[in-house]
């Protein structure tokens, strides 16, 4: 650590902040480390010391000593996405409510190089914990692989030990309100194949019609934009379809306008519910019936796993967040 | 740093490395340190020994000796706005392809406080360069207070120094494309007061009626969502204006479905240009004819301008990149 010492401008250290404060340097290091040994007037006259010599509290300089940051490394993908950009501001927030701060990193989600160098990106930092968005089975790959030794959770992932929305029972919801109010060719426009949360809803959307009885089929994929939902339009409207289920808001708005634009209206021709419950999914036009997931729940659990204990996540299956259905006007009766 | 060295498990340290390679701790260092006094062959000998040991890169040990990290330090803040999540997704991938990560960390952009904290914590992690999104005047100035000494672009702001869509010329885009379709009666649906781009976008707005000699002015506040647009549109209609310049596309989506359930057709009735073009506006009923902002080229010229030269960067203007108009069906001559 001291080869470059000579190069560097004198900073003000710990040993100055012993000498002024009249202690020793491992104490003014346990005041750093906030360990609970410390007398309270010790504490208060090496603050104080540090306050007057200007002494700056520095991560790289406290990482090395504890390895306590009191950070959370947050490995994030796909950030354009809304639950993903929504789930990244509600660990925010409930870190920083737990006194903790939010380091994040972003990783091409599906590439496992991108993945692993930036965890180790994130580890190099000392992070005491890390959210790991895994929406791919070879982020979770990478991450058993990596076995960093840091206690991390999962998000927007299908694995049944991650902190979750119950991705299958959401897709159930949206389904069984189609049949519900009638409906018997039943549609899914899916999200991308590669995507373990679009898988469990396709299984969802399977499942929901089996246990109806219901033998109508069919399936169109998407990439999750309003773009792909609108270039879908032909292939269902040439189904038969009465109904679809979207496996996300925004490829239902996109379906919703290519539907429009070839004279089909929603819901008097053809009803569509969608998944997450986007805040623009209300003023669609019309309304959007959709499936709530409640990520500021999802974001506190995973934040109270990491800060509450400090220690390694059970591999255990956790209870996921249930999923809601909102009724709004996409929905209507069959002709 | 050495205080707690005992209680720490014993790491493979650069000594190890040397001692391997045969050559001197400076030696290692100056490989570790990318300086470009060190023979080729010298180099691979001590990468080659660092593997052999299983050596581990540490940002927080390289960051002491250095302070320099390849780490752009990114002060996000509403992250759930599409400007500023476009930005983090487009920064990252600029930086990455300059070889640069990225380490983000979020504030409360409003409290002056939370920017301070969040600056601090990034300063802490010894980054070279920092992109802090400054929508507000007070994020301004904190920055300036702080005096970081790191090199620094601000982005979301409407500082001329900073690095920016040009965010007058945009909405005189907006205000000419419905002045020239025939509307003398214009309204703007306005972002938050207090947000640097909504007042530029206001006083663009002002600049492009008042250069055409229109006397009717009516401006209505917003909060950037689809919900103050749609509670904006009984204002709207009141008024008697023909045309609505919206602050951005979703409250612009908003103020459509607000005037359509009170019968006003959209654009039939009144026509309503929006702001950014996101990938939804494309999809929106009718599709949003919008002013389009280049976050790619904006992300693009902040890292390049944090990493090209390694020093801070001039106070001097920085030419705006230009917004453009994008022409689509929510535009028509008044009746």
């Known amino acids: 650590m001291s080869e470059n010492a000579e190069a560097r ?20 290091s346990r005041v750093l480390n906030e360990h609970p040994d410390v007398a309270p007037e010790t504490r208060d006259r090496v603050v104080a010391a540090m306050d007057e010599l200007g002494y700056r509290m520095n991560n790289a300089a406290r990482a090395l000593g504890t390895r306590r940051t009191r950070t959370i490394g947050v490995l994030a993908s796909d950030a354009l996405q809304y639950g993903p950009s929504r789930s990244i501001a509600a660990i925010e927030a409930s870190a ?15 590439d496992a190089d991108s993945v692993r160098a930036a965890i180790e990106h994130l580890r190099a930092q ?10 791919h089975a070879r982020t979770l790959d990478v991450l058993k692989d990596l076995d960093t030794g840091i206690p991390t959770v ?15 029972a959401g897709a159930r919801l949206a389904v069984a309100a189609l049949a519900d109010a009638g409906h018997r060719r039943i549609a899914h426009l899916a999200g991308p194949a590669d995507w373990l949360e679009a898988e469990a809803r396709a299984s969802g959307y399977e499942a929901e019609l089996a246990a109806r009885g219901l033998g109508f089929r069919m399936t169109v994929c998407g990439d999750w934009t309003a773009r792909s939902g609108y270039e879908a339009a032909a292939e269902v409207r040439a189904s ?75 591999s255990a299956p956790v209870a996921p967040v249930a999923p809601v259905l909102i009724t709004r006007a996409s929905v209507a009766s069959p002709r």
């Open 96 to 110: 920083r409510e737990a006194g903790y701060w939010v380091s994040t990193a972003y990783a091409d989600s599906g």
């Open 240 to 314: 038969g379809a009465t109904a679809v289920f979207a496996g996300n808001d925004q490829m239902a708005l996109g379906l919703i306008t290519g539907l429009r634009e070839s004279g089909v209206d929603v819901p008097a021709d053809v009803s569509v519910v969608g998944f997450d419950d986007t805040p623009d999914a209300e003023y669609f036009w019309p309304p959007l019936t959709t499936v709530r997931q409640d990520f500021d729940e999802l974001a506190r659990r995973a934040v109270a796993a990491l800060v509450g204990e400090g220690e390694a996540i059970a």
């Open 154 to 168: 999962a998000l927007h992932t299908a694995d049944c030990s991650a902190h979750s929305v119950d991705q299958v």
């Open 9 to 28: 401008p004198r900073a003000v250290g710990v040993r100055d902040v012993a000498a002024l404060a009249g202690v020793s340097r491992q104490t003014v």
């Open 126 to 135: 000392a992070v005491d914990g890390l959210v790991v968005f895994a929406p």
